[in-house]
């Protein structure tokens, strides 16, 4: 799944316990992210599906 995590975006490639990993568009690895603090999550078709960062 795509997103924008606090500005960057990059693609959701697990969990770890209640966080979500998530590689940074450019970045090797994946780090963790509070799914629900600055996320911006985007459906197959680029459009917002859910927005945390609005909200």
């Known amino acids: 799944m795509?997103?924008?995590a606090y500005g960057k975006n990059g693609v959701?490639?697990?969990t770890n316990g209640a966080h979500l990993l998530i590689r940074i568009d450019g970045e090797k690895g994946s780090d963790p992210y509070h799914p629900t603090s600055g996320i911006i999550y985007y459906d197959d078709n680029?459009?917002?599906l859910m927005d945390f960062v609005a909200a």
């Open 2 to 4: 795509r997103v924008n």
């Open 12 to 14: 959701v490639t697990g």
């Open 46 to 48: 680029g459009n917002v």
